[in-house]
C-alpha cells in the first residue's frame, strides 16, 4: 500500500511570503530599467467600464 501526504511544514516561511520588494531593495541598474519603463506601465494600467466588464462576463458565460 502507498501512502501519500502532504507535509505538515510549510514549505514558504511566511517571512517571505509576506515580505515585500521596496526601491531600497533594487540596485542601481534595476531602478533605472524601471525608471524608463515606468511611463508605458502607467498606460497599461486601466479601468473598464462596467459595460465593459459585464459583456466579458456574458461572453464567458456564453462558451
Do not use: C, V
Not at 511570503?17 to 506601465?41: C, H, M, P, R, T
Amino acid at each position: 500500500m502507498i501512502e501519500i501526504s502532504t507535509p505538515a511544514t510549510n514549505s514558504l516561511p511566511k517571512t517571505k511570503a509576506e515580505s515585500s520588494l521596496n526601491a531600497d531593495d533594487l540596485g542601481e541598474d534595476e531602478q533605472s530599467f524601471y525608471a524608463s519603463i515606468k511611463s508605458d506601465l502607467n498606460t497599461l494600467a486601466r479601468n473598464p467600464a462596467e459595460k465593459t466588464i459585464g459583456s466579458i462576463l456574458d461572453y464567458s458565460k456564453s462558451l
